[in-house]
């Protein structure tokens, strides 16, 4: 069911016309939740951004909803509605419930090539539209592509993109996006032409595609750029020679040596099997206007077609066009095109696609923990016949209304220019690991070929970096964008590499700042929906204190603290509300294999979480438990730097216990290597 509204008097709007479900993601100073507009009945992502947090952020919000206005592509996710209010921005998306391509891929550990070669036709396809309409993106990365229900990519976060004045060709300055998909151009500040630089982001991504890790990665920044500036990168063997060849075609240290988009519409790799070229122009061009549509929303607003075909091409993007682009949505997956029935009350008897719907009537809010839960999304999983039917459950209407608490139970999934084609790979091996990847380059040591046929940089230009330094406690909230970092400092990888970060305490001394402790708070607040607490007997006993005092390092709610553990606490002791001991006592949930979920050889899921629960005060990771779900958190310097959902659940075919993970906040591959690193010292 919908949880309780969260938002500010402003937001009555958003209220007005969907129902708001879960966060499904948060980072930098956005949240993204889950949502259904009343009148089409459609599911919806709802990006939510607070303008006072979003700072000198706030014109690349604008920047990106311009964007999003102008571009429609099958393969571009879709912006509906924008509601704006004095304090906040709501951005109306388009739905994909297949969730992140970074997590499908590390879900398969890789792709094959031949599925490599469906999404990054559709990846050309996107591309090739957006660079026709004058931008570049910029921020190109696995984790800005999501995966729809019939399992087709949209690009997303247009927050970084550009349009030069005088067109593709102008060069640019501002270097932005993630630094592991950054052209050499880029991170060593020359003025660079955005489409080219985002061919070599392509090339990172379909390196990642093909092998599950990044071509140039490093814990450290300086190392990392080094590597970029060089371009030199490691073709693991199980690369066929078209695929090394295409990579070293897109990942050229010479922007002018590499391929263009329009040369990879029709390249020899991207054609294998299908003989044709990718269709890069868009199925949906904005100038058509569905009749069928329109005669829906004639009727449903008592208008005449004429005047509602004008009001539709107004382009809005209020209620008008997203009742309509839903609708057209609703056409195009063969639904009937149907708005739903009117309200029974209509304040002023106005119609219901100009006034909303009154949603609370048509909700159940329940302040009973044992009330039959209705108007949950879960019913939804069916339209997505690839993911299994285990994504959403019911969220309970308990938290307070402070913005986010309600995240109980959040489940998610949780493709006529010259040609160069010059390449001889040139074997090295035993190269040196980074120890983000030392497991993984285990297994490719030694049977790797090294690109250096890409390499036309002058060593001179190699110590030249425009990308910010790694971030310190005292580098402002502004200047840093959370979430579009692949790189962390040591710090904040402190984590996966088994070191520092003490959880109970905000760290980073005095430059640290209140700031960041108030946004700690609300973080803390955040996650705080669920209150099992895991501590060792000694630590028991001074956290239900602090949760007494209302110590200022944990947030009191109702008796209960969302609690922190530190390293080498050898014992865990829960204490259970009647409700987790009800959630443990009826079992983990039973699930069918899906590409989040780990398994393990047992059979018992309560040892499983045992050996879970144990490990985590050793990998300093905060936990609040809920039956047989973790919410697990890392912080640095006060902030929350990333988290997640791990659930041991049952599968049924095979008959073991599964380790169900989800990311919600923090870099995707500081992620992939801490559930990797968690999961493995587990021994499950
Ligand atoms: C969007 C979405 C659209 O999500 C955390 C960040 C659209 C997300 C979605 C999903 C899973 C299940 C159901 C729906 C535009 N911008 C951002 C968006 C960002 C989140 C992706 C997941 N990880 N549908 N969904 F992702």
């Known amino acids: 069911m919908p949880v309780e509204r969260t938002e500010p008097r402003g937001a009555d709007e958003l209220y007005k016309y969907y129902e708001v479900y879960e966060t499904i993601g948060s980072g930098g100073f956005a949240k993204v939740k889950l949502g259904r507009h009343i ?64 997590d499908y891929i590390i879900a398969k550990d890789r792709l094959s090539e031949e599925e490599t070669r469906v999404f990054f036709r559709q990846i050309v396809s996107a591309m090739a539209y957006v660079h026709s309409q004058g931008y570049a993106h910029r921020d190109l990365k696995p984790e800005n592509l999501l995966i729809d229900e019939d399992h087709n990519l949209k690009l997303i976060d247009f927050g970084l993109c550009a349009k030069p004045k005088g067109g593709l060709g102008y060069e640019l300055m501002t270097c932005c996006g993630s630094p592991a998909y950054a052209a050499p151009e880029l991170i060593q500040g020359k003025s660079y032409i955005g489409s080219e630089a985002d061919v070599w982001s392509m090339g990172v991504l379909l390196f990642a595609l093909l092998c599950g890790y990044l071509p140039f990665d490093d814990d450290n920044c300086m190392v990392l750029y080094r590597k970029i500036a060089r371009g030199k990168y490691d073709n693991p063997q199980w690369l066929s020679p078209g695929s ?33 070229p990718v269709e890069w122009r868009s199925r949906q061009p904005l100038g058509h206007i569905d009749e069928d549509c329109i005669t829906e929303m004639a009727v449903n607003m008592k208008r005449s077609r004429q005047s509602t075909t004008a009001l539709v091409k107004e382009w809005r993007y209020d209620q008008t066009t997203v009742t309509y682009l839903l609708l057209l949505s609703k056409k195009h997956r063969g639904k009937p095109v149907r708005l739903r029935p009117e309200p029974a009350v209509c304040e002023d008897s106005c119609s219901p696609l100009h006034q909303g719907l009154q949603t609370r009537d048509a909700l159940h809010f329940s302040e009973d923990e044992d009330a039959v839960i209705v108007g949950s999304l879960d019913y939804y999983i069916d339209d997505c016949p690839w993911v299994s039917g285990t994504q959403y459950t019911p969220q309970r209407v308990t938290g307070p209304p402070d913005g986010t608490a309600n995240i109980k139970d959040t489940r998610l999934p949780s493709p006529s220019v010259e040609k160069r084609y010059a390449y001889s790979p040139t074997p090295e091996r035993g190269r ?79 430059s640290a700042s209140k700031e960041n402790n108030k946004k700690r708070g609300a973080e803390v607040k955040e996650l705080a929906s669920t209150e099992l607490l895991a501590f060792s007997p000694e630590r028991r006993s001074r956290s239900l204190d602090m949760a007494f005092m209302g110590d200022s390092g944990k947030k009191k709610r109702g008796g209960k603290v969302f609690g922190s553990l530190e390293r080498g606490l050898d014992k865990v002791i829960t204490m259970l509300t009647p ?41 300093n990771i905060d936990f609040t438990q809920k039956g047989y779900t973790l919410k697990c958190q890392t912080w640095d310097f006060g902030k929350v730097t990333m988290a997640f959902e791990l659930e041991v659940c049952m599968l049924q075919r095979p008959e073991v216990v599964g380790v169900r993970r989800q990311r919600l906040k923090g870099d995707a591959w500081v992620y992939k290597h801490l559930v990797e690193n968690i999961l493995s010292t587990s021994r499950i």
């Open 39 to 102: 009148l089409t009945g459609e599911k919806v992502a709802i990006k939510i951004m607070n303008k006072k947090d979003l700072g000198e952020d706030l014109p690349r919000v604008k920047v990106e909803i311009e964007a999003m206005k102008s571009l429609s592509h099958q393969h571009v996710c879709r912006l509906y509605h924008v509601i704006e209010t004095s304090t906040q921005i709501f951005m109306v998306l388009e739905y994909c419930p297949g969730g992140e391509l970074f």
């Open 244 to 276: 090394i060849l295409l990579l070293n075609q897109m990942m050229q240290v010479d922007p002018k040596r590499r391929l263009t988009v329009r040369q990879l519409l029709d390249h020899p790799w991207v054609m294998k099997d299908y003989n044709s």
């Open 432 to 510: 040196t690991t980074t120890p983000h990847h030392q497991e993984r380059r285990e297994r490719v040591q030694g049977q790797t070929s090294e690109n250096k046929e890409n390499i036309a940089v002058q060593e001179k230009d190699v110590e030249i970096f425009a990308l910010p330094p790694p971030r310190t406690p005292a580098s402002s909230k502004k200047n840093t964008r959370p979430n579009k970092n692949v790189l962390s400092t040591p710090n904040q990888n402190a984590n996966v590499n088994g070191a520092k970060t003490n959880a109970v305490t905000p760290k980073g001394g005095g």
């Open 579 to 619: 409700s987790k001991r009800r959630a443990l006592r009826d079992g983990p949930r039973k699930i069918k294999a899906q590409y989040n979920v780990t398994l393990t050889s047992q059979t018992n899921p309560d040892q499983v979480l045992n050996q879970i629960l144990s490990i985590l005060p050793e990998k």
